[in-house]
């Protein structure tokens, strides 16, 4: 016996029905919203981006229901929003967890050890990319270049920064996310839940108190070429790449004295990576010492 194509659950490619509405004191509380974002531009479709962080703040992800309402509000079709909702990584199409940790396996992390904290999270967890654990707390997710390649490998939870991290520093600070212990970043805010990351990125502030004041500034390894510069740190080399290669030029020493911003989370992995992780040492350690630009 042969069963229909519907029985099967199989979409016959017919039109689905509208989006359900919000309810209405959903709807009428993100339409306040929804206007004040609008009031910022020039032209109201230029809103679409951060009205879809709004209605992600809502339920989590963008629904059909949140693309309806974008297009409403800002009188396109649902198409030219869907166009757009899928085009970004940043908006998510299916529920998704408190936290979403996102390990970059791009070319630098990769090689400092993002494919293994993806592959031993993975395992730890019990999910794979793009997934959630069963509690609803952790959904995981290859995440490409943050333009924190300094500290490589990076973790970013909610989009904020967990550096240096190794397999077993990540199996600690998701251990901790389910478990409601406090997590902080290595740099940045304090933590927030990813609908309440998502509302900040629809513009609106962040209300907790220190938050703005702890955004800090940019980390050591991030300034270490602007204190070589200043001539605070001394230099091993200095390449000239049109004067005819590298030249040695030394300057006086002045020790770092580390700022508060350069703090270093409790879930950070200590610099020296591979030292608390000996499964999975990087290359640097193995040799006996500095390694140059040639590798010697
Ligand atoms: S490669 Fe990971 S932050 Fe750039």
Redesign the pocket.
């Known amino acids: 016996m042969t069963t229909s194509s519907s029985e099967r659950g199989v979409g016959l490619g017919m039109p689905q029905l509208p989006a359900p509405d919000y309810p209405d004191d959903v709807r009428a509380r993100l339409e306040a919203d929804a206007r004040e974002i609008i009031g910022r531009y020039p032209d109201s479709r230029s809103a679409l981006l951060p009205m879809l962080h709004l209605v992600q703040s809502e339920e989590g992800h963008v629904t059909r229901t949140g693309m309806r309402f974008c297009a409403d509000m800002l009188e396109l079709t649902t198409a030219e929003v869907a166009a757009v909702a899928t085009f970004y990584t940043m908006y998510r199409r299916r529920p998704s967890g408190d936290y979403q940790v996102g390990v970059?396996t791009?070319?630098?992390?990769?090689v400092m050890g993002?494919d293994a904290i993806f592959a031993a999270l993975q395992e730890h967890l019990g999910v794979g990319n793009d997934e959630t654990t069963p509690d609803g707390k952790v959904t995981l997710e290859h995440i490409e270049?943050?333009?924190?390649?300094d500290?490589?490998?990076?973790v970013m939870v909610n989009w904020e920064f967990f550096d240096n991290q190794t397999p077993e520093s990540a199996k600690r600070l998701v251990d901790d996310l389910r478990a409601g212990r406090r997590v902080d970043p290595t740099r940045g805010a304090p933590l927030c839940t990813f609908k309440e990351t998502a509302r900040m990125l629809a513009g609106f502030p962040d209300e907790r108190d220190g938050a703005v004041d702890a955004t800090g500034g940019a980390g050591p390894a991030s300034l270490v070429g602007l204190r070589l510069a200043k001539g605070d740190t001394a230099a091993a080399r200095v390449v000239h790449p049109r004067d005819g290669g590298p030249q040695d030029e030394p300057r006086d020493a002045a020790p770092h004295e580390p700022s508060p911003a350069e703090h270093l989370s409790s879930h950070d992995a200590p610099q020296e990576t591979s030292a608390s992780d000996p499964d999975h040492p990087s290359p640097a350690s193995e040799s006996d010492g500095p390694v140059d630009e040639e590798g010697q």
């Open positions: 970059c791009n070319t630098l992390c990769a993002g270049c943050n333009a924190a390649c500290f490589a490998p990076v």
